[in-house]
């Protein structure tokens, strides 16, 4: 029997066939269980660099850690003894807090029951010593020639208007974080959309970012750094995603946190999610700049006219009435 026709026998045939098949099984099954011993190594590798992460997280929050760009996170400022006792006698928290207190105060960068304490403090005693102040100053040092309840009443009406201080500085702080943080973070989103593209996972890339941002906007790296520690702490991600668009108060985080709570819930790609948002984002930071472009001319309209116009007019006409002035007959 030669080779051609043991190959091309029936039994033959069946026997090898068999044999594939059953090779195929064991194959199959096998490398089932290796990619199940591989998924299980890996996400037990994850799991050990949360936990890493999770505890450089809590050094850094409770400052054994370096900080970001050689800034720590803004720990809680313990306020003094008399300022914690005159808040809880006269129980000022009734009288000037409400329920957006303590989100404006975050937006500030001020966090923390220390915080809200020494705001209270500020805007109880701001009135009375700028009130004090004006009494002395209209009543003793300049009274004129104003009767005694005019005065008075001017003093009256200037600690009302410094009742509002501590909230106008408060803006203003809020407003300076925020142009920081509003031009840092179309980077900001560039470097996420990298860092998540090359394979990290949104606590990683939040934390590489948090670090590579300081040095355009500490305030950013600040939230950054707030949020990869409540992606390591919190049970629900969308939770941290949400606290850092309360924190910033900006529209272009609270639609790309938006955009993160939506991937992680329907389990769509965040790379895309965040290249979009990045687009856009450079849309309207390009929008911006046109913006201010073209509302450069009405702004320069004004000293134009009185700044510069006068110079030429005077250039222009000073030879010609020298002349004129000079001329025997002519100037009179």
């Not at 005159?86 to 960068?109: C, H, I, P, Q, W």
């Not at 990869?228 to 668009?245: K, M, P, V």
């Not at 006219?305 to 030879?319: D, E, K, Q, T």
Request: glycine residues 8%; proline residues 4%; contains cysteine.
């Amino acid at each position: 029997m030669n080779i051609v026709e043991l190959l091309t026998q029936r039994d033959f045939l069946i026997a090898v066939l068999a044999a594939i098949s059953a090779g195929a099984v064991v194959f199959t099954f096998g490398s089932s269980f290796i990619v199940k011993s591989e998924m299980r190594d890996r996400i037990k590798r994850v799991a050990l660099e949360r936990e890493k992460m999770r505890a450089e997280e809590m050094a850094r929050l409770r400052g054994s850690a370096a900080a970001v760009d050689g800034r720590s996170v803004r720990r809680t400022a313990e306020p003094k003894a008399y300022v914690k006792r005159v808040v809880e006698r006269l129980d000022l928290k009734k009288a000037f807090m409400d329920d957006a207190t303590v989100e404006k105060l975050a937006m500030a960068g001020y966090r923390g029951q220390g915080h809200l304490t020494t705001f209270l403090f500020q805007r109880f005693v701001t009135p009375i010593a700028i009130l004090v102040a004006a009494v002395a100053y209209l009543v003793f040092l300049v009274p004129g020639d104003r009767p005694l309840y005019l005065n008075l009443v001017y003093a009256i009406g200037a600690g009302l208007v410094g009742s509002y201080v501590p909230v106008l500085l408060l803006k203003n702080t809020t407003t300076k974080r925020q142009v920081s943080i509003k031009r840092a973070w179309p980077d900001c989103l560039d470097l996420l959309l990298l860092c998540v593209e090359a394979g990290m996972s949104m606590e990683h890339a939040f934390k590489r970012v948090g670090k590579e941002i300081g040095q355009q906007s500490a305030e950013l790296a600040e939230e950054l750094t707030l949020t990869t520690a409540e992606l390591s702490f919190l049970e629900d991600r969308g939770r941290a995603y949400e606290n850092l668009g309360r924190r910033t108060g900006l529209d272009g985080v609270k639609s790309v946190m938006t955009a993160l709570i939506q991937a992680d819930r329907y389990g769509t790609s965040v790379g895309q999610a965040l290249r979009v948002m990045a687009e856009e984002g450079r849309e309207m930071r390009m929008m911006d700049a046109e913006k201010k472009a073209a509302s450069l001319p009405p702004k320069l309209t004004v000293p134009l006219i009185l700044f510069f116009l006068p110079v030429l007019f005077i250039v222009i006409m000073a030879p010609a009435m020298i002349k004129v002035f000079a001329t025997p007959g002519l100037g009179g």
